[in-house]
């Protein structure tokens, strides 16, 4: 069992910036699976961002949905067990609930919600224009 914790969400306005945080509990951080999806209201829950292990968790590739690629920046920081998510020039499109998802081991299909078993309850996200 993992307990996934995001933070950081707010109100702001288009061309503002935030960064989330998911915190998760355990001592395999390093090598899980990690991703952000989001959900807005009658949308289904998309991919924003994702972070891998490969190499024995020394390195990490990461894997962007076209809609936020060249705006947002995944991170993560494996000593305190945070996922980060930076957002740069937000605008009113990003505006929904984002997610963190856990998944132990590597997969083929970060974008798929499926292969992550273990997810938080969110932090909401509003841009204004």
């Known amino acids: 069992q993992v307990r996934v914790v995001e933070s950081g969400g707010g109100l702001v306005q288009a061309g503002d910036s935030l960064r989330l945080s998911c915190t998760t509990s355990?001592?395999?951080?390093?090598?899980?699976?990690l991703a952000w999806f989001r959900q807005a209201p009658g949308k289904e829950r998309q991919f924003v961002a994702g972070?891998?292990?490969?190499?024995?968790?020394?390195?990490?590739?990461?894997t962007y949905s076209d809609s936020i690629k060249g705006r947002f920046a995944i991170s993560r920081d494996n000593d305190k067990s945070t996922l980060f998510l930076q957002m740069n020039s937000l605008n009113p499109d990003d505006t929904a609930r984002y997610f963190c998802?856990?998944?132990?081991?590597?997969?083929?299909?970060?974008?798929?919600?499926?292969?992550?078993?273990?997810w938080g309850q969110g932090t909401q996200v509003t841009v204004s224009s």
């Open positions: 998802a856990v998944r132990f081991g590597r997969t083929t299909e970060q974008m798929n919600d499926d292969v992550y078993g273990y």
């Open positions: 972070s891998m292990a490969t190499n024995g968790a020394t390195v990490y590739v990461d």
């Open positions: 355990g001592n395999s951080f390093h090598v899980l699976t």
